[in-house]
């Protein structure tokens, strides 16, 4: 396939990511944008990799930290989430006042 393709498809997901980032209110729907936005930088990672050096693995290896880093990002933010949501019932960004003086 074409480059091109692959950049359209992660343009999209990039857009649909910063739209539910910003639109959203509900905690866990920002996060699965974040996990939309790192996921959209991974198929660039690996399209241009694939396209500049197809024999290299140097993409594949960003890739991977990136999915790692999502990972990692995932737990801490569920984590989180999951306590604000035992201590004040609600998971809606509009409620969380914690770091506010």
Do not use: H
């Not at 209110?25 to 996060?31: D, E, G, P, S």
């Not at 699965?32 to 594949?60: C, T, Y």
Request: charged letters at 10%.
């Amino acid at each position: 396939m074409q480059l091109q393709y692959f950049l359209i498809i992660a343009a999209a997901l990039f857009c649909v990511g910063i739209y539910g980032l910003v639109t959203s209110r509900n905690a866990i729907r920002v996060l699965m944008s974040i996990e939309l936005l790192l996921n959209s930088v991974n198929l660039n990672l690996m399209a241009f990799s694939n396209f500049l050096d197809p024999e290299g693995i140097r993409g594949q290896v960003f890739a991977v930290f990136v999915i790692t880093i999502a990972a990692a990002e995932a737990a801490v933010g569920l984590a989180i989430v999951l306590s604000i949501y035992r201590n004040r019932g609600t998971v809606d960004m509009e409620q969380f006042n914690l770091l506010k003086w």
